[in-house]
């Protein structure tokens, strides 16, 4: 058991060597400085505000591409700069001070924050209390877990339905993945049709009747007709309404009422210091 304790922790070293390894590989040095891939993905994640993982698949590469060309540009500006003496300036060391004094605020006010919400506890019966006076806000409504192979003409749609009709099973599911590839006109035919679970009221009307009518791995018989042309439809997976469980979902209630008593904490503090401040107008 010892063994497989250490071949395991072993594992998770190496893991996390990886990860680190592959966020500083140097992708590019520039008259001796490299830029690297944690750099990279720095700028991206600030570029798009924490959300880079939502922007499409197809373009998250030319959007990398495109942040290595402007690190890769501001390096030889800063070479330039330093070359011109330009670091040596009154204008750049007035507006260094200027940023450094900012800055030096914004962490100093960061670090307090952080230091003045970790000393909040939440109670494990005010998480309990939470839970069961707000049980509504944990439902999660029907899904479904569909594929779609989307074409222009009816007729298409029709023989693709009668070449699939016959199957059941994998063979079903394999054979509609593949002609989904080969035929598809949606963006998801990359994926084999997938359109990943989605809640009743995310599709349009007749796509979302349609399968919401359907049962587990079953294919509709008949196209569906949309604003966007003829779908053939089959239901990978279905999800009853169901309410998280207390567990599920204690870590989000105690953030929640965290923030809460960090907010009356903070309304409070600022009343307070202003009466100990001297503030003239």
Same mark, same amino acid.
């Given at each position: 058991m010892k063994t497989v304790t250490k071949i395991a922790a072993s594992l998770a070293i190496l893991s996390t060597i990886s990860v680190f390894a592959a966020q500083t590989q140097t992708l590019v040095t520039v008259n001796g400085t490299a830029i690297t891939q944690q750099d990279v993905d720095k700028e991206l994640m600030a570029a798009t505000q924490g959300r880079f993982n939502q922007v499409p698949a197809e373009k998250q590469s030319e959007f990398r591409k495109q942040v290595l060309e402007q690190l890769v540009a501001m390096e030889l500006i800063f070479g330039d700069a330093k070359s011109r003496g330009v670091l040596e300036s009154k204008d750049f060391k007035e507006k260094y001070q200027e940023i450094t004094k900012r800055i030096e605020k914004e962490i100093a006010t960061q670090v307090w924050q952080k230091q *003045?919400?970790?000393k909040i506890k939440i109670t494990e019966k005010e998480l309990k209390d939470y839970y069961d006076a707000n049980k509504d806000e944990f439902a999660e409504n029907e899904s479904v877990n569909a594929r779609h192979i989307l074409v222009k003409e009816e007729s298409e749609a029709k023989s693709v339905i009668a070449e699939l009709k016959s199957l059941k099973g994998d063979a079903l599911k394999n @054979? #509609? &993945? *593949? &002609?989904? @590839?080969?035929k598809s006109t949606c963006s998801s035919a990359a994926n084999g049709g997938d359109l990943g679970y989605f809640a009743e009221g995310q599709m349009v009307p007749e796509f979302n009747n349609k399968a919401f009518s359907m049962k587990a791995k079953e294919l509709t018989m008949e196209p569906? @007709? %949309?604003? #966007?042309g003829y779908h053939v439809i089959y239901i990978e997976d279905k999800k009853a309404k %169901? %309410? @998280?469980s207390f567990s599920e979902v204690k870590t989000f209630i105690e953030q929640r009422l965290k923030m809460e008593k960090f907010k009356s904490f903070m309304q409070a503090k600022i009343q307070e210091l202003h009466k100990k401040a001297v503030i003239k107008q």
């Open positions: *003045e919400l970790d @054979k #509609f &993945i *593949e &002609i989904a @590839k080969a569906v @007709k %949309t604003q #966007f %169901t %309410t @998280k």
